[in-house]
Every structure is written in structure tokens, then in C-alpha cells.
């Protein structure tokens, strides 16, 4: 049996006491559930990182500290995470019984857009002490307004 569980996300504003949200990508969204219960959740809307700061993260952060470094891209984004985000969980030894306190990187995807440019501030002193990395903060020569072109092959 799956547990994933069908659902949507759809945008809406509340102003002046009355709702607005897209009517008809609500009826579209809807079409495609089955029939039975379900339970609709509004949440206030938080503003999470942007996609510039996500570029940014990986043109200015990720790719320098792997070249520096020697490690892949994915294990620079996971050591990152580990060191400059970490979170502590705790872990059952469940043959002795103990728990065991560790260190995992933290979730970066649900940082807002202060968060993750203190997160990014923190990774570039990381860079700098552990792999002498200097990594540049975005800026007039490094455009992440816009989604990176794509060069053809010739």
C-alpha cells in the first residue's frame, strides 16, 4: 500500500474578509482526485528561499568547494548541511537500548530567504577554513535573476 497522499497546493489571498484563488485550476486540480474524504488546510504563506538564492547557493558555494575540494557537488550540498545547518537527532540502539545523540544537516528547502542567506554566509566561512575555498557572494558578473541559458552542441 502507498503512503502518499494526493493533494495540491493552490495559492490564495485573503483581503478585506473575502477569499480569491484560481477557480479554475481549482476544478482541474480537483477532477483528478477519487472520490471519498479529504481535508482542506490553509496555512499562511511563507516566503522560502528564492530560486536566485538556490543558483547562487550552487554556482558560488557548491561547484568552488567541490573543485577545491575533490568531492562530488551532492556530497559538498550534504557536508554543507551537516556543518553549517546541523540538526540533532536522537537514535535508538535498539540491541542495547541506548540513545545515541547525532549530527545531521538540517533541510535546507524549507528556509525562508533570511534564513538561507545567513545559511549561505555561514557556508562560505566553512569553505574558507576547511578547504581554503573563497567563494563570492553573487553579484553584477554572476546574473541569477534568470534561469541559466543552455549552450547547444555544435
Same mark, same amino acid.
Given at each position: ?7 495540491? +497546493? ?20 480537483? !477532477? ?22 538556490? *543558483? ?6 557548491? *561547484? ?17 548541511? *551537516?556543518?553549517? #545547518?546541523?540538526?540533532?537527532? !536522537?537514535?535508538? #540502539?535498539?540491541? +542495547? ?14 528556509? #525562508?530567504?533570511? !534564513? ?24 553584477? !558578473? ?13
Amino acid at each position: 500500500m502507498s503512503s502518499h497522499r494526493p493533494g495540491f +497546493t493552490l495559492p490564495a489571498k485573503k483581503e478585506d474578509g473575502k477569499w480569491s484563488f484560481d477557480k479554475h485550476r481549482f476544478q482541474r486540480l480537483t !477532477e483528478r482526485l477519487s472520490d471519498g474524504p479529504y481535508d482542506f488546510i490553509v496555512e499562511k504563506h511563507v516566503n522560502s528561499r528564492s530560486g536566485k538564492q538556490n *543558483r547562487a547557493y550552487f554556482a558560488c558555494i557548491v *561547484r568552488p568547494c567541490s573543485e577545491s575540494s575533490g568531492y562530488e557537488e551532492d556530497e559538498v550540498h550534504e557536508l554543507l548541511k *551537516r556543518y553549517c #545547518n546541523p540538526k540533532t537527532v !536522537e537514535m535508538l #540502539n535498539k540491541q +542495547t537500548g541506548e540513545v545515541e545523540e547525532v549530527i545531521i544537516g538540517g533541510t535546507t528547502t524549507a528556509m #525562508n530567504i533570511e !534564513e538561507f542567506s545567513l545559511y549561505f554566509k555561514r557556508c562560505q566561512q566553512f569553505a574558507a577554513e576547511t578547504w581554503d575555498c573563497y567563494c563570492e557572494d553573487p553579484n553584477e !558578473e554572476h546574473s541569477f535573476n534568470e534561469k541559466p541559458k543552455r549552450t547547444r552542441a555544435a
